[in-house]
């Protein structure tokens, strides 16, 4: 059962490089303090990248925590329906754990097609060349204040000049697949304080204008696990509160 305490016990020194160390992780829907979704890359076996990133995570808090993998089959959205069955799976299990589990917190992170899937459920997919028509979100505004933070590495629709674009890139890097205004309205409305959006300079699949460059898109796990494990503790330390949503 979620405590209704406040979450006083997460580290709370993040500027000063905490040690991060790492834990397993239980694969499970049951209800916890804060629930870990994954979105595994093209290719990859489950539980994938950034897996290893909210096991460090969940290694620094003494908050209960569990995750659950996106089921989708992530092989290459050009030529499989993998996308529109991710996007389907992402929105359906954000939704489902959301309402079975109303005092818990959501934190989302994703690789490479699963950016994609998670994005595109956050913010409305579609509207792009393989990516059918334009859609609105799966997940609703107010479903979506339980998801309290949400982190994309090598994201296929990586949006230019946002105060959370991090990582080797240049502000005016855009994503393979660009986002439609209506789409980037509404990360930036309902989600601009909560994500943390890593690109590589010259990554392929997040700034492919600047070069093509696959072993950029594949270094996120060494360049930036540490880091983005410290930003993802710190917005839970802001924002999970059993009795609290955010703004």
């Known amino acids: 059962m979620v405590s209704h305490a406040i979450f006083v016990a997460i580290s709370v020194h993040i500027c000063a490089q905490l040690p991060i160390v790492s834990a397993l992780l239980e694969n499970s829907t049951e209800c916890v303090d804060v629930h870990f979704m994954v979105a595994r890359g093209s290719l990859s076996a489950y539980p994938g990248f950034p897996y290893d990133v909210f096991e460090s995570v969940a290694a620094n808090?003494?908050?209960?925590?569990?995750?659950?993998?996106?089921?989708?089959?992530?092989?290459?959205?050009?030529?499989?329906?993998?996308?529109?069955?991710?996007?389907?799976?992402?929105?359906?299990?954000?939704?489902?754990?959301a309402e079975a589990c109303p005092d818990s917190k959501i934190v989302l992170g994703s690789y490479s097609q699963g950016c994609l899937i998670v994005g595109d459920a956050l913010a409305g997919g579609g509207g792009q060349e393989y990516l059918g028509n334009a859609t609105q979100p799966l997940i609703s505004e107010e479903i979506g204040k339980k998801i309290i933070a949400n982190i994309f590495f090598g994201n296929p629709r990586h949006v230019p000049y946002e105060s959370y674009d991090f990582g080797d890139h240049p502000w005016n890097a855009t994503g393979?697949?660009?986002?439609?205004?209506?789409?980037?309205?509404?990360?930036?409305?309902?989600?601009?304080?909560?994500?943390?959006?890593?690109?590589?300079?010259?990554?392929?699949?997040?700034?492919?204008?600047?070069?093509?460059?696959?072993?950029?898109?594949?270094?996120?796990?060494?360049?930036?696990?540490?880091?983005?494990?410290?930003?993802?503790?710190?917005?839970?330390?802001?924002?999970?509160?059993?009795?609290?949503?955010?703004?």
């Open 176 to 247: 393979k697949y660009p986002r439609l205004p209506y789409q980037v309205q509404n990360l930036d409305t309902r989600y601009g304080d909560i994500i943390g959006d890593w690109c590589n300079y010259g990554d392929s699949v997040c700034s492919p204008a600047v070069g093509d460059f696959l072993a950029l898109h594949t270094a996120y796990d060494a360049d930036y696990s540490t880091v983005a494990a410290e930003w993802t503790l710190a917005k839970i330390g802001k924002y999970a509160y059993t009795n609290t949503t955010k703004s």
């Open 61 to 97: 808090m003494t908050t209960t925590t569990n995750y659950e993998d996106i089921i989708y089959p992530a092989t290459n959205e050009t030529e499989t329906d993998s996308y529109f069955v991710g996007r389907a799976a992402a929105g359906a299990q954000v939704n489902a754990y």
